[in-house]
Every structure is written in structure tokens, then in C-alpha cells.
């Protein structure tokens, strides 16, 4: 046998069987855990990684846990090595019958006994680091401080230094996402002239058009699209994109509208829109979605799943045609989840009320990962109209329910202001909640609101909350829920930004003469694993929040340097 160290500071033994000849690598499996360190009853999350023999793997942890699963959920009592065994296919691809080859791998939690969690792992969630009493014995810092990789800022114009809101809460300046390779894709609406890479983009009047552009990994710029049209508004504010970086771009649009060569024509106040560019920025196909409701309608937010499918929330109302005919539902229903296959063409198209929850659901956000499955989060009023909880609910790809989880409002809280939802690849659950205090002077956060951090496991069993100040120092007023992020392994990055100073328990404090950008990353506990701090020398509003593969936080929003109110692309890493 050989040992070594697993990725997360754990001893972990593995021991090999040959492949089927000398050009099959040998299988290897090595195990580590989200934590090497908790409390008694706090949950962790094992990873198997396979590699080397002939895919595909077997994988089968000891303690009864499920079978044929790379990643376990586990909730220890006391220090505890789980072991894990990996088989590969040789042997049944054409080749002389033998056995599988076969792999082992262990991995260490340890129990601190001076401190307690939830009593399983299904009573109920454990509290979070509050920033102030350091981090849990035995856990140190994964990455500490971080530091700027990349920035840019361009001048955007209009708005006289506001950021506007555009659907869902969500804002028009500055929308971002990342591909596989790193690179960078923003979508940001403008009024007057915005000035991108030296060229200068003005929006007649006081109509309102979009910018779509692509940065590389270093914040440089490769090419810019202008959407937008003579007395016409496009308010763009969700961007995705898929295994192939083709870009998805949604809101709502008034007027006659040019993509490209692609044009659409839309009633006022707005009608919802996806539009479909390939790499470059050419305009693949669009489709518009409009709707009788008083406001109109809009796309609110977007993702892509594996293979290309395109889903979407829109607001509106029971009159909207996603391709099947009107969508449906009754007179409360406002917000839909919608399936568009990689054409366009429709898969599925739901309203809140056919979940029959027995309340009155409004989408707010959503999610997917490699699985293709979805997860909402909205908001849940009672039969009085308020809004007392925020429901997270998975859908399967066809848009069956899964499991839904009521998460309570805290005490004091006397309304809802936001959420935001994210999901990792072992289906763990990040959703980020902004509630309003009846309290003013509560002292948490900003005026008087409240953030809260909840996450789940696979199976919807809430595993972590957290309200630590630095959640909510200061996150822009309505919105501030947006400003989540997650990495494929399951850390949670939460965007913000504060004046002052900001404690940061065992990582220190930060300092800032004005305001400031900070990101915070917490594991699945709740306990504070980094952070970083970002600042161009002016007042700076994060108006969005995304993580590349290599664990960056990619963070958009404005500044106001000079008269001018800018967008700012800033790349934070560790």
C-alpha cells in the first residue's frame, strides 16, 4: 500500500490492482472530506476520485453508506475513517474474463469533543462561524486572504451613478458568467454613450440598449455586440453559457429590436426574450415571450444544463406561450420555470400553482449542475399575503418535483428581500437569503438587513446556517441576494461590499477608506475558508457574482470616478 495526503489535509491509503495490460493505467482512487475537522453531529461531505483502469467505476463506501456513489454524506458522533472501494470495467469489454481491478482509499474525520453540532444529521442545521471566535479546531484556513488577478473598467454612461433594477430585482449594469476555459462573459444594459475598448456605444435618447462582450482569463477583451434599436429598450439582465460558449442572453425588450441580424419587435411595457449567440456573438436564434399582465414580461434568470438545454424563469402571466400554447395556472401565478432544448424548442413549462403546495409561490431563482435536474428558489406568502418562508424546490429534467424545503424566516424579520440559489456538482445546495429586520437597530448589516446562508444536502436535509456579520455588512439594498456564487466542490462565495473595516475572526480584518468589494467563502458547515478584498480607489456597488472552474470569484458592478459612472470586471483569486 502507499499513503499519502488527501486534498483536504487527511491521511488517505490506497492500495492498486494491475490494469488489463502495460498500456492501461493502473486504478487509483483517492478519498478526502469537504472538512477534516467538525463538531459532533456537523455533516461532511466524502469525494471518491477514480482515475487510471477502464471507465466506467464502481464505487462502495463502508458504514453502510449508499452504494455506487463518488460523494457520501456523512454526520459523525465521533472520529471516524471511512474507507471506500473503487472497481473499473476491465474484464468485460471483449477481453479474457478476469476480475475487475480494484482499488481502496480511507479517509479521517476528526471529532472534536469540546464542541457539539446537530445530533444527526437530519435534526436540524448547525450554526456557522460567526467571524468571531475563529475557526473550528483542527480547521484551519483553506486559502486565507486573496488578491486581485485581473480588473477593468469601462465607462458605461447614463444613470447619474444609479443602479438600476431591472426583472426580478435583478440589475441591468453588469451580468457575468464564465466558461470552462476561464474566459469571461458579461451582459450589461446602458443609457447615453458607453465607451468598451476604445469604441463608443450611444443609446439614442433615453432609450436603453445592451452590451454583450467576451474577456479572456486575463480581463483582456476579445469582442463586443450591441443589441439595441432606434426608440427601442432592452433591458438584458441574466446571461449563460454552454459547454460549447455559445451565450444565452434574457430580460425584456419594448420596440423594434436588432440583435444582430436578428430582429424582434415587442409591445410596451416589455415582453420577455432568450437570445442564443454563438462564440464569437452571432446571433444563433431568438424568441420573445410577451404577455398581457400590467407589467408585461421578462426573463429573470437563466441556466444551461448538460447538453445544451436552455432554462429559464419569467415573470409574467397565465397567457404566456413558451411554444405549447399558454402556459396556464391561475390568477396568482406570476412567475414560471421553463425547458427550451438547445434549438429552442420547448421541453416543459410550469407554474408555481401546478407544484400544489397550498401557497402562493413566486420564482425568484434558479440552478442546475452536470445532473440536468433544477432547483427554484422562491418565496412562499400564507393565506395573509406574507411572505413567511423561502421554499427551495429540485425538478428533475422533465420538471417533476424531487423534494421541496421550507426554510422559516428568523425571528424579527418583517419581510423578504431576495434570494439567491446554487448547487454543486454532489447536488449540494447554497441558498442565500436577504430578509428586513423589524428591528433598526439590530446592528446586523446594512440599515436593517438580515442575510442569511442556508445549505442542503442532496437529499434537501439542511446541513449548515449562517448570519455572520460579514454576510451582511453591506450588500446594496434590494438585491443583495444575488451576490452568491458556488464552486464544483461546494464552497459557497458571497459577494458584498462594506466601508470601514470588516472582521474576518481568524483570517483578520479588512480595511477600506471608502467602499470597498469583499468576497467570502464558507464551506458546507458554515465556516469561514477565505476571503478577499477588492478596491479601485472609488465607491464600488458588486451587481453581480460568479466562479470559474479554478476557484476565481469573477465579480461585476459600477463605480462613479470623475462624473462617470463605469462598469467594472474584477477577476479575485487566492
Not at 453540532?117 to 475563529?134: H, K, L, Q
Not at 462582450?213 to 438584458?236: H, S, T
Not at 434570494?419 to 428591528?439: P, Q
Request: hydrophobic content about 40%.
Amino acid at each position: 500500500p502507499d499513503t499519502g495526503r488527501d486534498d483536504a489535509g487527511s491521511n488517505a491509503s490506497f492500495h492498486e490492482s494491475p490494469g488489463d495490460d502495460a498500456s492501461t493505467p493502473s486504478l487509483s482512487v483517492r478519498a478526502s472530506a469537504s472538512i477534516p475537522a467538525v463538531c459532533a453531529g456537523e455533516c461532511v461531505e466524502l469525494t471518491a476520485n477514480v482515475s487510471g483502469g477502464r471507465p466506467p467505476y464502481r464505487v462502495s463506501w463502508d458504514h453502510d453508506l449508499p452504494g455506487n456513489a463518488a460523494t457520501a454524506l456523512v454526520c459523525p458522533s465521533m472520529t471516524t475513517t471511512y474507507g471506500v472501494v473503487a472497481s473499473d470495467s476491465s474484464g468485460t469489454a471483449g477481453e479474457f474474463a478476469r476480475a475487475s481491478a480494484q482499488a481502496a482509499a480511507s479517509v479521517t474525520v476528526t471529532v472534536d469533543p469540546s464542541c457539539s453540532g446537530s445530533s444527526s444529521g437530519d435534526a436540524g442545521p448547525t450554526s456557522g462561524d460567526t467571524g468571531e471566535t475563529g475557526f473550528p479546531p483542527g480547521a484551519p484556513p483553506s486559502f486565507g486572504l486573496g488578491h486581485a488577478a485581473c480588473s477593468v473598467a469601462w465607462p458605461i454612461g447614463g444613470y447619474a451613478g444609479n443602479v438600476p433594477i431591472g426583472f426580478g430585482g435583478r440589475f441591468t449594469i453588469g451580468n457575468v458568467i464564465t466558461d470552462a476555459a476561464g474566459d469571461i462573459f458579461v451582459v450589461t444594459s446602458h443609457t447615453g454613450t458607453a465607451i468598451v475598448g476604445g469604441t463608443r456605444y450611444p443609446a439614442t435618447g433615453n432609450d436603453t440598449g445592451a452590451l454583450v462582450m467576451e474577456l479572456d482569463a486575463g480581463c483582456r477583451l476579445l469582442w463586443v455586440r450591441e443589441l439595441g434599436g432606434y426608440f427601442a429598450n432592452v433591458l438584458a439582465d441574466s446571461i449563460a453559457v454552454d459547454d460549447s460558449s455559445n451565450v444565452i442572453i434574457g430580460g425584456g425588450l419594448s420596440g423594434r429590436v436588432d440583435f444582430g441580424g436578428v430582429t424582434a419587435s415587442a409591445p410596451s411595457p416589455n415582453a420577455a426574450f432568450v437570445l442564443k449567440l454563438d462564440p464569437k456573438g452571432n446571433a444563433v436564434w431568438l424568441k420573445t415571450f410577451p404577455s398581457t399582465a400590467d407589467q408585461g414580461s421578462a426573463v429573470t434568470d437563466l441556466a444551461v444544463a448538460p447538453g445544451g438545454d436552455v432554462l429559464l424563469l419569467a415573470s409574467g402571466g397565465p397567457d404566456m406561450d413558451f411554444g405549447g400554447g399558454p402556459v396556464g395556472g391561475t390568477s396568482n401565478d406570476a412567475s414560471f420555470v421553463v425547458r427550451l432544448k438547445p434549438g429552442g424548442d420547448l421541453v416543459f413549462a410550469k407554474a408555481p400553482s401546478s407544484f400544489g403546495s397550498g401557497r402562493t409561490l413566486d420564482f425568484w431563482r434558479l440552478a442546475t449542475n452536470r445532473s440536468g435536474s433544477v432547483w427554484l428558489a422562491a418565496t412562499g406568502a400564507d393565506a395573509t399575503g406574507t411572505m413567511t418562508t423561502v421554499p427551495v424546490l429540485e425538478l428533475d429534467g422533465v420538471g417533476a418535483p424531487v423534494y421541496t424545503r421550507w426554510i422559516e424566516a428568523p425571528a424579527g424579520a418583517a419581510y423578504w428581500n431576495g434570494s439567491a440559489i446554487k448547487v454543486d456538482d454532489a447536488n449540494h445546495v447554497a441558498e442565500f437569503t436577504g430578509w428586513g429586520l423589524d428591528d433598526l437597530d439590530a446592528g446586523v448589516g446594512y440599515g436593517s438587513t438580515l442575510r442569511m446562508l442556508t445549505q442542503l444536502s442532496a437529499s434537501g436535509t439542511p446541513i449548515s446556517t449562517s448570519t455572520a456579520r460579514y454576510l451582511s455588512d453591506y450588500v446594496f439594498s434590494w438585491d443583495g441576494s444575488h451576490f452568491l456564487g458556488m464552486s464544483r466542490d461546494g464552497l459557497a462565495y458571497v459577494g458584498s461590499a462594506f466601508t470601514g473595516s470588516l472582521d474576518l475572526g481568524a483570517l483578520g480584518t479588512l480595511a477600506t477608506a471608502n467602499q470597498s468589494i469583499d468576497v467570502t467563502v464558507l464551506d458546507s458547515a458554515g465556516h469561514l475558508r477565505g476571503a478577499v478584498q477588492w478596491d479601485d480607489g472609488s465607491d464600488e456597488i458588486p451587481t453581480d457574482l460568479t466562479v470559474d472552474a479554478q476557484g476565481n470569484a469573477v465579480v461585476v458592478g459600477t463605480e462613479y470616478k470623475a462624473n462617470t459612472l463605469s462598469l467594472f470586471v474584477a477577476k479575485l483569486g487566492w
